[in-house]
């Protein structure tokens, strides 16, 4: 299965991001400080969004609507008191040309859910928020049963393995890109 391929081929990229990720967590001492990690989220994921939707076939993933949104990031750092940011440009985002490559980057967004559920309990904790949480808390119950209904949508759209390359390199560079943008904001 793709979505089998997928996660076998990406663990590593996954690995790195997260253990960043995780020990930057962990520092986050203020509101002002969890707004500023929220700020990196959007600025990728809000670039990596506007691509997705010029090159993703709709037809394909009929859900698409009911999904997740940047907009959710930019709500949350309103509410926290902060500024949103601009999105990231091209330079700094993977290429997205066509539907199987946003699908490469779509699963690296909608993977994120999982990780946000932990994210969202781990500030709720160190910070005892009572706003700001709705990007990460994802799909709240429904997070699993979103995630395996993506799968299942993944799994029917690579026709051959050059097409399922095209989605796992898309990822792969999505993940990449990613720590990079972290990098660049140090
Ligand atoms: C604190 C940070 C994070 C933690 C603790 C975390 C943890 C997890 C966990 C527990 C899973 C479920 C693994 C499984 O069911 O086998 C998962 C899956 C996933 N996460 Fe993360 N994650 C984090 C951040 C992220 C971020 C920022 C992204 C994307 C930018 C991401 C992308 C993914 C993807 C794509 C999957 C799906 C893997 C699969 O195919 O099953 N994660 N993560």
Redesign the pocket.
Same mark, same amino acid.
């Given at each position: 299965m793709l979505?089998?391929k997928?996660?076998e081929e990406?663990k590593a990229n996954?690995q790195i991001? %997260?253990k960043r990720?995780?020990s930057q967590?962990k520092a986050i001492r203020s509101q002002q400080e969890y707004a500023n990690l929220l700020k990196l #989220?959007y600025g990728y #994921?809000g670039g990596l969004e506007v691509k997705i939707n010029q090159a993703i076939d709709k037809n394909l993933l009929p859900d698409n609507d009911e999904r997740r949104k940047t907009q959710a990031i930019a709500d949350d750092i309103t509410a926290l008191g902060g500024d949103v940011p601009a999105k990231a440009d091209c330079d700094a985002l993977p290429r997205i040309k066509n539907h199987l490559e946003a699908l490469g980057a779509l699963?690296?967004? %909608?993977?994120?859910t999982?990780?946000?559920k932990?994210?969202s309990k781990?500030m709720q904790q160190q910070l005892s928020l009572d706003k700001g949480l709705s990007f990460f808390t994802s799909y709240g119950d429904n997070t699993v049963t979103m995630?395996d209904t993506f799968?299942n949508a993944l799994d029917s759209q690579a026709e051959n393995p050059e097409q399922e390359a095209v989605i796992i390199a898309a990822?792969n560079e999505? #993940?990449f890109k #990613?720590g990079e943008w972290f990098e660049k904001a140090k």
């Open positions: 979505s089998d997928l996660k990406t996954h991001l %997260e990720l995780v967590l #989220f #994921f699963y690296v967004i %909608e993977g994120s999982l990780g946000g932990i994210i781990m995630w799968k990822a999505t #993940f #990613f």
